[in-house]
């Protein structure tokens, strides 16, 4: 005879332990009762220390300040609409989210733009794209207005400059349509991390906490108002969704996973390479804590399938893998990336780097360690209140059979496996206690995030970056604290984990509904200096430090150098020889156009204004000259340039016609009933041969027809024809009982 649960019997056969009794050699009821709550107190310790900590490492003040009410009305907001729970409509989750990415990025909407460290590059990048889309080309591969012409979206990741295109549609100035395009990655951030996250815990309001965390977390911040990294940002917003569709893909795999964790794989690669690079580190972690770190048949067959899946992905992806593998050996692509002395040794950062709150107060750049400046380099910080939520990710003891506890019924907990909206059986939940471990998603997401948080986190540390300098995925890298971008995923992820194991610990009382909205208050004053901006940039209207004095384009020089801002609008035709993307410079081009303090070598290039320390106005070369064959003075020729495509009008003559464009190979002449490839000139210009009988117009055109282009334009359709094309899949398993469904 058995007593109800938690009381003594008095009489019949001896209870085996598990149920209500002791297992022998067990420690007394009580120890393990004051164990659990000493454990409680050390789980919250670092939670309650929070506030004490962040005035103890708090320094400088925020130069260019953000506006208290927008992230205070923010808060409050949260709080209101997370308070109803389960009966607040789904769409206010949405909203919510995306109000997250909003609110933190809302300096963006100040008059002017932030001064970063790659504006100047990705701003002039952002004209020349939207110039090229403007002259009729869907799909650039070269754009004119960036060096002596580049194939820079070819090399450079271009899903970003098209996320942007909407804002140019309403006139707007480039800068603007710029540093909207970050408002819309940040949205787009919290939109998928709190799909993710929701899909992992089945919290609500613990799927909104990590899209607030995801955010307003400081490096998210630092990209996109310090550094101002265009694809790093936008590759921010794929994130959740590759490591959800990945893991998925490795843990269950068959074609539904295997073509998501494919497509996000793709799509990652043409927003940014270096992102998924660090997301291949980190998986490969992921599945290693996933099997304990224990060589094994199933930690082989999972490294062997996260590599199939990746592959898969980048085949998926080779409109633009394929001809960046090609033709990266014309690029300086190695050169930028530090050659024989890979840059990612140098950089490694200090434990303290990532705990003192050092504000934004001045515009600084990232120091190699052991140069003068290194005291002076750009903050890392990467959130107190952070790295104080992640022991309480882990899931709560269970205390009559040491399991993680279930998400009994709350407010805001969903099951699964239950309609959206519906609260969970508190009998179904208890009936499945102890199937726990294997259909809790925590159970396994919960240790890998972990994994892949800290271990983020120790590669952005010195020695690690010296240890792994010469390991490939690390050194394309350059910098070992990009690693920061997956640490701040991992982190944000494991807030929503640790709101969920919270809220359910405050069981039925009502305050425990604003503990979601009392987390988010606390991130939101953490990160509230990392809202604002170093430096800051006024709007212009025309060409920035040039034309302000000059009436019509028509004055405007043909190409400038060292000119900080391309013009406001597109409809102002301007090329900018130096200060962008060298690294898809020809070598030949790069040396020869390299010494621009002699005029003589900018004046070769077709630049008739520098601003190397001072305005100065040369005299340029013709951008398309002809040479006689006679020897007679070299003439200008009339010329249309646009569009990836070239013509000239032809003087009748012999002799050779000399391009002021750079050569790369692809470039294709069209004379009469003649097609060959373009020359190239000692320095690296485009030159073609010319006969007395040549005359009209000479056509030059950027091929797409070559062999890695056309390759990669028709495998990218076949691999995803072959992914969503509901056709019987040739791999295809029967599924387990706890697989979840795909959307």
Same mark, same amino acid.
């Given at each position: 005879?058995?007593?109800?649960?938690?009381?003594?019997?008095?009489?019949?056969?001896?209870?085996?332990?598990?149920?209500?009794?002791?297992?022998?050699?067990?420690?007394?009821?009580?120890?393990?009762?004051?164990?659990?709550?000493?454990?409680?107190?050390?789980?919250?310790?670092?939670?309650?220390?929070?506030?004490? @900590?962040?005035?103890?490492?708090?320094?400088?003040?925020?130069?260019?300040?953000?506006?208290?009410?927008?992230?205070?009305?923010?808060?409050?907001?949260?709080?209101?609409?997370?308070? +109803?729970?389960?009966?607040?409509?789904?769409?206010?989750?949405?909203?919510?989210?995306?109000?997250?990415?909003?609110?933190?990025?809302?300096?963006?909407?100040?008059?002017?733009?932030?001064?970063?460290?790659?504006?100047?590059?990705?701003?002039?990048?952002?004209?020349?794209?939207?110039?090229?889309?403007?002259?009729?080309?869907?799909?650039?591969?070269?754009?004119?207005?960036?060096?002596?012409?580049?194939?820079?979206?070819?090399?450079?990741?271009?899903?970003?400059?098209?996320?942007?295109?909407?804002?140019?549609?309403?006139?707007?100035?480039?800068?603007?349509?710029?540093?909207?395009?970050?408002?819309?990655?940040?949205?787009?951030?919290?939109?998928?991390?709190?799909?993710?996250?929701?899909?992992?815990?089945?919290?609500?309001?613990?799927?909104?906490?990590?899209?607030?965390?995801?955010?307003?977390?400081?490096?998210?911040?630092?990209?996109?108002?310090?550094?101002?990294?265009?694809?790093?940002?936008?590759?921010?917003?794929?994130?959740?969704?590759?490591?959800?569709?990945?893991?998925?893909?490795?843990?269950?795999?068959?074609?539904?996973? +295997?073509?998501?964790?494919?497509?996000?794989?793709?799509?990652?690669?043409?927003?940014?390479?270096?992102?998924?690079?660090?997301?291949?580190?980190?998986?490969?972690?992921?599945?290693?804590?996933?099997?304990?770190?224990?060589?094994?048949?199933?930690?082989?067959?999972?490294?062997?399938?996260?590599?199939?899946?990746?592959?898969?992905?980048?085949?998926?992806?080779?409109?633009?893998?394929?001809?960046?593998?090609?033709?990266?050996?014309?690029?300086?692509?190695?050169?930028?990336?530090?050659?024989?002395?890979?840059?990612?040794?140098?950089?490694?950062?200090?434990?303290?780097?990532?705990?003192?709150?050092?504000?934004?107060?001045?515009?600084?750049?990232?120091?190699?360690?052991?140069?003068?400046?290194?005291?002076?380099?750009?903050?890392?910080?990467?959130?107190?209140?952070?790295?104080?939520?992640?022991?309480?990710?882990?899931?709560?003891?269970?205390?009559?059979?040491?399991?993680?506890?279930?998400?009994?019924?709350?407010?805001?907990?969903?099951?699964?496996?239950?309609?959206?909206?519906?609260?969970?059986?508190?009998?179904?939940?208890?009936?499945?206690?102890?199937?726990?471990?294997?259909?809790?998603?925590?159970?396994?997401?919960?240790?890998?995030?972990?994994?892949?948080?800290?271990?983020?986190?120790?590669?952005?540390?010195?020695?690690?970056?010296?240890?792994?300098?010469?390991?490939?995925?690390?050194?394309?890298?350059?910098?070992?604290?990009?690693?920061?971008?997956?640490?701040?995923?991992?982190?944000?992820? @494991?807030?929503?984990?640790?709101?969920?194991?919270?809220?359910?610990?405050?069981?039925?009382?009502?305050?425990?509904?604003?503990?979601?909205?009392?987390?988010?208050?606390?991130?939101?004053?953490?990160?509230?200096?990392?809202?604002?901006?170093?430096?800051? !940039?006024?709007?212009?209207?025309?060409?920035?430090?040039?034309?302000?004095?000059?009436?019509?384009?028509?004055?405007?020089?043909?190409?400038?150098?060292?000119?900080?801002?391309?013009?406001?609008?597109?409809?102002?035709?301007?090329?900018?020889?130096?200060?962008?993307?060298?690294?898809?410079?020809?070598?030949?081009?790069?040396?020869?156009?390299?010494?621009?303090?002699?005029?003589?070598?900018?004046?070769?290039?077709?630049?008739?204004?520098?601003?190397?320390?001072?305005?100065?106005?040369?005299?340029? !070369?013709?951008?398309?000259?002809?040479?006689?064959?006679?020897?007679?003075?070299?003439?200008?020729?009339?010329?249309?340039?646009?569009?990836?495509?070239?013509?000239?009008? @032809?003087?009748?003559?012999?002799?050779?016609?000399?391009?002021?464009?750079?050569?790369?190979?692809?470039?294709?002449?069209?004379?009469?009933? !003649?097609?060959?490839?373009?020359?190239?000139?000692?320095?690296?210009?485009?030159?073609?041969?010319?006969?007395?009988?040549?005359?009209?117009?000479?056509?030059?055109?950027?091929?797409?027809? !070559?062999?890695?282009?056309?390759?990669?334009?028709?495998?990218?359709?076949?691999?995803?024809?072959?992914?969503?094309?509901?056709?019987? +899949?040739?791999?295809?398993?029967?599924?387990?009982?706890?697989?979840?469904?795909?959307?």
């Amino acid at each position: 005879m058995t007593d109800a649960p938690g009381q003594e019997t008095t009489s019949g056969p001896p209870r085996t332990p598990g149920r209500t009794g002791q297992a022998p050699g067990a420690p007394p009821a009580g120890f393990r009762r004051h164990f659990r709550r000493l454990e409680g107190l050390l789980r919250y310790l670092p939670l309650a220390a929070t506030p004490l @900590l962040l005035w103890l490492l708090s320094r400088d003040q925020v130069k260019v300040k953000p506006t208290v009410w927008v992230s205070l009305g923010y808060v409050v907001a949260f709080a209101l609409l997370t308070a +109803w729970g389960s009966r607040r409509p789904r769409w206010i989750d949405y909203v919510l989210a995306a109000l997250a990415g909003v609110a933190a990025t809302h300096v963006l909407f100040y008059p002017g733009f932030p001064q970063g460290h790659d504006i100047t590059t990705h701003l002039w990048g952002t004209y020349g794209f939207f110039e090229t889309i403007h002259a009729g080309v869907p799909l650039p591969l070269w754009v004119h207005h960036l060096g002596l012409g580049m194939p820079f979206p070819m090399f450079y990741p271009p899903l970003a400059f098209y996320l942007m295109l909407p804002f140019e549609a309403f006139r707007l100035p480039v800068y603007d349509s710029f540093k909207y395009g970050f408002v819309l990655f940040n949205v787009l951030s919290g939109l998928s991390m709190y799909f993710v996250v929701h899909r992992w815990t089945s919290s609500r309001s613990g799927a909104l906490v990590a899209a607030a965390a995801y955010c307003f977390a400081p490096y998210h911040l630092l990209e996109s108002q310090y550094r101002v990294a265009v694809a790093e940002a936008a590759g921010m917003a794929i994130l959740p969704l590759f490591f959800y569709t990945m893991h998925r893909a490795v843990a269950s795999p068959g074609r539904t996973t +295997w073509r998501g964790a494919a497509t996000w794989t793709a799509l990652l690669a043409v927003t940014h390479p270096l992102s998924l690079s660090m997301a291949g580190v980190a998986m490969g972690l992921w599945t290693l804590a996933t099997c304990r770190f224990r060589p094994s048949k199933l930690l082989f067959k999972r490294l062997g399938m996260l590599f199939l899946v990746a592959l898969l992905g980048l085949v998926a992806a080779g409109y633009y893998t394929i001809p960046v593998a090609a033709e990266s050996r014309y690029a300086s692509i190695t050169h930028t990336l530090g050659g024989r002395k890979p840059l990612y040794g140098r950089y490694g950062l200090k434990p303290s780097e990532l705990v003192v709150r050092r504000a934004w107060s001045k515009w600084q750049r990232a120091e190699p360690r052991g140069s003068k400046s290194e005291h002076n380099e750009m903050p890392f910080y990467f959130g107190i209140s952070l790295l104080a939520m992640l022991p309480l990710a882990w899931p709560r003891r269970s205390s009559r059979t040491g399991a993680p506890e279930s998400d009994y019924p709350r407010p805001d907990l969903e099951s699964p496996g239950a309609p959206r909206g519906a609260p969970e059986d508190p009998k179904a939940g208890r009936a499945e206690s102890g199937k726990q471990e294997a259909t809790d998603p925590g159970s396994d997401v919960v240790p890998g995030l972990m994994v892949v948080t800290l271990g983020a986190l120790a590669l952005t540390l010195y020695p690690m970056d010296v240890l792994f300098a010469r390991f490939p995925p690390m050194t394309i890298l350059q910098f070992p604290w990009r690693f920061l971008a997956i640490a701040t995923f991992g982190a944000s992820a @494991l807030a929503g984990f640790a709101t969920r194991t919270t809220v359910a610990g405050a069981g039925k009382y009502r305050w425990g509904r604003l503990l979601p909205a009392g987390f988010v208050a606390l991130m939101v004053f953490d990160f509230f200096p990392y809202q604002g901006a170093a430096s800051w !940039r006024a709007p212009f209207d025309g060409v920035y430090r040039m034309a302000e004095r000059r009436k019509g384009i028509d004055k405007l020089p043909f190409r400038v150098d060292h000119l900080s801002f391309p013009p406001s609008h597109t409809d102002i035709d301007l090329s900018l020889l130096r200060r962008v993307y060298p690294e898809y410079f020809t070598p030949t081009t790069r040396r020869a156009f390299k010494n621009t303090k002699k005029d003589s070598v900018l004046e070769r290039a077709a630049v008739g204004v520098t601003f190397k320390k001072r305005k100065r106005t040369l005299h340029p !070369r013709p951008y398309a000259e002809f040479f006689p064959k006679d020897g007679g003075k070299p003439v200008g020729l009339a010329f249309e340039r646009a569009g990836e495509r070239i013509r000239v009008s @032809l003087p009748g003559r012999a002799g050779r016609l000399e391009i002021k464009e750079q050569w790369f190979p692809g470039w294709m002449v069209t004379l009469g009933d !003649r097609h060959f490839e373009v020359a190239s000139t000692s320095d690296g210009l485009m030159v073609i041969p010319l006969a007395a009988t040549d005359g009209g117009t000479v056509t030059l055109h950027f091929s797409r027809t !070559r062999w890695d282009r056309l390759l990669g334009a028709v495998v990218t359709p076949l691999t995803l024809a072959l992914l969503w094309w509901p056709a019987p +899949w040739p791999f295809r398993r029967k599924p387990r009982h706890d697989d979840r469904t795909d959307t």
